[in-house]
């Protein structure tokens, strides 16, 4: 029985490096880039790793150093950096309902590796998810950033330029490919999608809302929304 | 300085992200509720995506056009997310040679 038991755990983990892997390659460029704009900014390149390592929040980094390059005081940058990474605590909420976890120490590492990306890959698997699948793409994800992220800094523009922007639309296309399998199975998911999408473009657009909180805004505006016109249908058939 | 910083930075960042596995994990949530939780994964992915993915060269929408339509085909022609992910970068590495 221990057998099996841990060669179960570790082919669930294998697993979650192979979905992971579209992760670390969009990371790539993203990371880079932050290494060497963290070496323009200043920062030496323990500061640069040290916040990937322990930050681990892209969006939120790149701000910090477009603050610093500013001259933004600390207090400002960190207040900044939690308005950015709210969002994270709606995907934590979800991801709560999706992973069955019981031991607290494995609930406090899966939260550190919660990303835009990982959440994406790991709340799109059908069925309940297993924590090891979810530690296998939050390890290969956080080794990409971190890794990469003093690899800009050491090496500065390595990769030729047109590889550089094409590879901007790395992280979008992964996107896209976990949304549309799902889209093609259920027309809740293309409402979801839909009405979030559409929400968002407008808050970005028309409202100076920061980025993050457009997101968590426009989520929870296509979630409730959608979950009610179902929860109306599912009630009343007819109508 | 920086050290603090990035020690604020690492303490905001971990808490929201922290926080919901103590408080809700274990509890029966309302029915409602757990709906509204499953729906945030696609909800967020159209968040995500739109506008950002058509603003992704600045100054050139139809970088980011060109690379959303071949995200978009290869993944409704049944490609899986690394195909898709390698697809649109070769497909837009062309579109910047020619145009």
Redesign the interface.
């Known amino acids: 029985m221990e057998a099996t038991y841990s060669v179960k755990k570790t082919s669930d983990f294998r697993l979650g490096l192979q979905a992971g892997l579209s992760i670390a390659i969009g990371y790539m460029p993203v990371a880079l880039t932050f290494g060497l704009l963290a070496r323009t900014t200043g920062l030496t390149f323990a500061e640069t790793v040290l916040m990937s390592l322990f930050v681990y929040a892209g969006a939120a980094q790149y701000i910090s150093l477009s603050l610093i390059a500013v001259g933004t005081g600390v207090m400002e940058i960190v207040l900044t950096t939690l308005i950015v990474n709210i969002r994270h605590f709606l995907m934590s909420a979800s991801l709560t309902e999706r992973l069955e976890e019981h031991q607290l120490y494995k609930k406090l590492m899966t939260a550190f590796g919660v990303t835009d990306e990982t959440f994406s890959v790991i709340s799109t698997q059908t069925g309940k998810v297993r924590t090891a699948f979810a530690a296998g793409v939050m390890v290969i994800s956080y080794g990409s950033w971190v890794v990469f992220s003093g690899v800009g800094h050491l090496m500065g523009d390595i990769m030729p330029g047109f590889l550089q922007v094409s590879m901007s639309i790395a992280l979008y296309a992964m996107f896209v490919g976990l949304l549309v399998p799902s889209m093609k199975k259920s027309v809740k998911v293309t409402y979801l999608a839909a009405v979030a999408a559409a929400v968002n473009s407008l808050l970005i657009f028309y409202t100076d809302l920061s980025g993050g909180w457009s997101i968590v805004a426009s989520t929870l505006v296509s979630s409730l929304m959608v979950e009610w016109v179902w929860h109306m249908k599912r009630r009343n058939p007819r109508g | 300085?920086?050290?603090?910083?990035?020690?604020?930075?690492?303490?905001?960042?971990?808490v929201?992200?922290?926080?919901?596995?103590?408080m809700?994990?274990?509890k029966e949530?309302h029915p409602?509720v757990?709906?509204?939780?499953?729906?945030?994964?696609?909800?967020?992915?159209?968040?995500?995506?739109?506008?950002?993915?058509f603003l992704?060269?600045e100054g050139d929408v139809l970088?980011g056009v060109v690379?959303?339509v071949?995200?978009?085909a290869?993944?409704?022609c049944g490609?899986?997310?690394?195909?898709?992910?390698?697809?649109?970068?070769?497909i837009?590495?062309a579109y910047?040679?020619l145009v």
């Open positions: 300085m920086m050290l603090l910083m990035i020690a604020g930075m690492a303490f905001v960042t971990y929201p992200r922290m926080l919901p596995f103590v809700f994990s274990g949530l409602f757990k709906g509204v939780l499953n729906n945030v994964p696609y909800a967020v992915l159209g968040a995500l995506i739109f506008p950002s993915i992704i060269k970088f690379g959303a071949a995200a978009f290869l993944a409704f490609a899986n997310v690394i195909m898709v992910v390698l697809g649109a970068i070769a837009l590495s910047t040679f």
